[in-house]
């Protein structure tokens, strides 16, 4: 009776150590960044977005995006060499009424390593560093100066919060669009180049 029991465990351990072991929990998937195609009138333009980097920037760029607030807007200064600047302004030169600023994420960016260089969307503000609302400059080539130096008023820079990642060759059109002073304010193409609209593509 006893080896009888005995055999009978010795049977059942090996099943034993056969059952499976648990498995660890899937690794979640990276969050994919959201992507914005601007319509232009020298083509579409897509840019990728970095929420983790600039939230508070990125949310207020995509709250503009949502309520439709770019369609019709034009490029309003471009300069060849520099950057390209739309994101709030019709083609009668009256800027649209906007939401409150927003605070300038430049210092979390920059550290990352995401800078004012070809090809990045940044804001673009007044003197004050806390002042951008919803225009946006796309730059042409890379401009360290528009980085931080130092955290003065003078000196704090101008937040870049994503990249283009296709239709920069729409970008470079623009950029050689004929200019001039109007209503006092120089860079402005002859000819209006528009923003025909922008929309959230949906997730990759």
Known sequence: ????A??????????AAQAPAPQPAPTPAPATKPRVQLLTSYGPIVVELEPG??????????????DGF???TIFHRVIDGFMIQGGGMLDTLVEKPTRDPILNEVGSTFKAGLKNARGTIAMARTANPHSASSQFYINLVDNPSLDPHGF???GFGYCAFGRVVSGMEAVDKIAKVRTEWRRGM?????FPVYLKDAVLLPPQ
Not at 1 to 4: A, D, P, V, W
Not at 53 to 66: D, E, G, H
Not at 186 to 190: E, F, K, W
Request: charged fraction near 20%; glycine fraction near 6%; aromatic fraction near 8%.
């Open 53 to 66: 980097l600039a939230p508070k920037t990125v949310a207020n760029f995509l709250q503009y995006v949502k």
């Open 186 to 190: 120089g860079d402005i193409p002859q």
């Open 152 to 154: 003065s008023e003078e």
């Open 1 to 4: 009776m006893i080896r009888s």
């Open 6 to 15: 005995l055999v009978a465990l010795a049977l059942a351990l090996p099943l």
């Open 70 to 72: 770019y369609r019709g």
